[in-house]
């Protein structure tokens, strides 16, 4: 990625001092969280988008446009005026009713089945149908505090199978959360797994290329991973440089304009989307349930759109010039256990999309954000502890640091800066726990006083503890 430090870094670069008290540092609200919460709201509307007749969900962080009719798409997602998905312009603006043997990728994010294939009723075909290409009823549940939708899709008589989603956005905060479910609609067993299929933008247009070359996408790997090298190659070159497992344990693609589909069994739930030239992310997050199995083992897939490389009959290799090839996007899915449904049965996924600001590198994903540069923590000669790091955040609020003795005894907190998701913190400071601390944690608290978690936790001395 790239090694400039993005534009509207806050640095800090100032000395705190914890009173003997060892309690917290008290700091006036920054400008963007002064009663922001008062002020709050969440809004649903009708809208235009690119044509189509779409609901839009919005706060003062993000705007979600929903298009009903086709197929219940998320069509697009804005943070802090970044958009995230790929949206065809082929198809914009058009609703294709379903075609059997053909299939319209209007782009966006949707719900999809699997396994996939045409071998027998147990595989779903994914082409154009009801499933994909149906239109979908709307239904506005609340707004004002909280936003929530409702979702409905059509009985699919060739799988048994009907959707209905609800997607909730609050009004003090950039996380959207989805609730998804397929029924069995039959009067007879079905087994399937539903998937969640975003696609993100991969497109540069000032590049020569064509598309980003600074696109990325992360998920931990399993260490026991059922699969060699602890990935598995569904589609594509089998020796592929965009594709790496790094020595932190973290599954790596760098995308490249080239078809390939690249299953993980990764059991950590989340993954994350790294556009390292924009220095946005968005991470998506879900709930592994280890007692269940997952269509051919895999939680979490990722495809790289682009040409086919194919063998012809003499073994000679070529790339395909299928105009489905042509667009430039990333798929990022994640898969439900694999649900045996009897008549009237349902089965759901939860998930959840956290967006916030990226750097130039990766390091994980905590619960209160991601780690662009990891925490280290160094003690001066003056009694001081230096801290350093680089973070996006998912809530808006104070950066608190925790300090503990080699005993895990707390020895209180400190409020060192005001963030916001919408810009990535650079932490360098100086501060003096009111003891000897042995180790030190930073946590995001919110605009309403409620810990959303830690970022990192280390030893004091040590740094990095990964």
């Known amino acids: 990625m790239h090694s400039a430090v993005a534009p509207g870094v806050r640095r800090l670069a100032l000395v705190c001092f914890l009173a003997s008290s060892g309690l917290r540092l008290l700091a006036a609200p920054g400008p963007n969280q002064a009663n922001s919460s008062v002020a709050a709201e969440c809004r649903v509307e009708a809208r235009d988008y690119s044509g189509w007749h779409a609901e839009q969900l919005s706060n003062r962080w993000v705007q979600l446009v929903v298009v009903p009719q086709n197929g219940g798409r998320v069509m697009q997602v804005s943070f802090a005026g970044h958009p995230y998905l790929f949206v065809n312009p082929k198809f914009a603006g058009q609703y294709l009713p379903p075609t059997p ?38 239904r506005k549940l609340s707004e004002g505090k909280q936003c929530e939708i409702e979702l409905t899709g059509p009985r699919d008589p060739q799988t048994g199978i009907q959707f209905r989603r609800t997607i909730h956005l609050d009004a003090d905060s950039p996380q959207i959360r989805f609730h998804a479910s397929m029924r069995n609609v039959t009067g007879h067993p079905v087994v399937w797994s539903m998937q969640s299929v975003s696609q993100y933008d991969t497109a540069d247009r000032s590049s020569a290329s064509g598309f980003n070359h600074d696109f990325w996408t992360f998920t931990p790997t399993n260490p026991a991973s059922a699969y060699l090298n602890r990935y598995h190659v569904r589609f594509g070159p089998a020796e592929n440089s965009a594709v790496s497992v790094r020595d932190d344990g973290l599954f790596a693609v760098h995308y490249v304009h080239l078809a390939a589909e690249l299953w993980l069994d990764s059991t950590e739930g989340w993954l ?9 992310a968005m991470v998506e997050r879900f709930e592994f349930e280890g007692n269940k199995p997952y269509p051919g083992k ?49 089965c759901d996924l939860d998930t959840e999309w956290l967006p916030t600001r990226a750097g130039n590198e990766f390091h994980g994903v905590e619960d209160g954000g991601v780690v ?6 160094v003690p001066l000669d003056n009694g001081k502890i230096k801290l350093t790091g680089s973070f996006g955040v998912f809530s808006a609020g104070r950066l608190m640091v925790h300090f503990y003795d080699e005993h895990g005894s707390s020895l209180g907190t400190m409020r060192i800066l005001d963030v916001s998701p919408a810009e990535p913190v650079l932490l360098e400071t100086e501060v003096v726990p009111s003891g000897k601390a042995a180790r030190v944690s930073l946590h995001v608290e919110d605009e309403n006083g409620v810990d959303r978690g830690s970022l990192q936790e280390v030893r004091v001395g040590i740094g990095d503890n990964r």
């Open 101 to 138: 043997g053909r299939w319209f990728n209007y782009g966006g994010d949707k719900l999809w089945l699997l396994p996939e294939g045409n071998n027998d009723e147990q595989h779903w075909v994914g082409d154009s149908d009801l499933l994909d290409d149906g239109t979908f009823s709307f």
């Open 272 to 280: 994350a989307v790294v556009d390292g030239r924009s220095r946005y």
């Open 372 to 377: 662009i540069r990891p925490l280290r923590s």
């Open 298 to 346: 895999a939680s979490v897939i990722f495809w790289t759109n682009g040409p086919e490389l194919r063998l012809s009959g003499d073994g000679i290799p070529s790339l395909n010039a299928d105009p489905d090839a042509i667009p430039y996007y990333l798929e990022a899915e994640i898969n439900s256990p694999m649900c045996r449904l009897l008549p009237g049965e349902a």
